[in-house]
């Protein structure tokens, strides 16, 4: 048998989270507008500011769209990983646990296996997998 340990997963940010996380382009807008109304007309703000908070307002805006798009993909990856133990022979670390996989299941970044007695084990460190 073979022992496979799970890959450290990232937190990842719930839905609502997301939301509260990301400011659309339009909030930006009128953060920008509201700024050039109240500044002092006798000191007004140099344009160049504004176009460098643009420019930072725009790469945090993509960076947190790149950070969802590679969890969604170490997410496809984990589930076509675990897609190999189905059919094959599992055994948790303190061998309580054992049987052939049935199906698995990612949920929060983790992947936990089915096995044919509808026992549920999840796949991390000190589990053995065996041939099918």
Do not use: C, H
């Amino acid at each position: 048998m073979t022992t496979v340990s799970a890959a450290a997963t990232t937190a990842s940010l719930s839905a609502e989270a997301q939301k509260k996380a990301t400011v659309d382009y339009n909030a930006f807008l009128k953060l920008l507008v509201a700024q050039a109304k109240n500044q002092d007309p006798t000191n007004p703000t140099d344009s160049t500011q504004y176009l460098s908070q643009l420019a930072s307002f725009s790469a945090v805006e993509q960076g947190i769209q790149t950070n969802q798009k590679l969890e969604q993909m170490l997410a496809s990856s984990r589930l076509a990983e675990a897609n190999g133990l189905i059919g094959r022979d599992i055994v948790s670390a303190d061998g309580a646990v054992a049987g052939r996989v049935a199906f698995v299941t990612l949920m929060n970044g983790e992947i936990a296996a089915t096995l044919v007695d509808g026992a549920t084990l999840k796949i991390g460190d000190g589990v053995s997998i065996g041939q099918k």
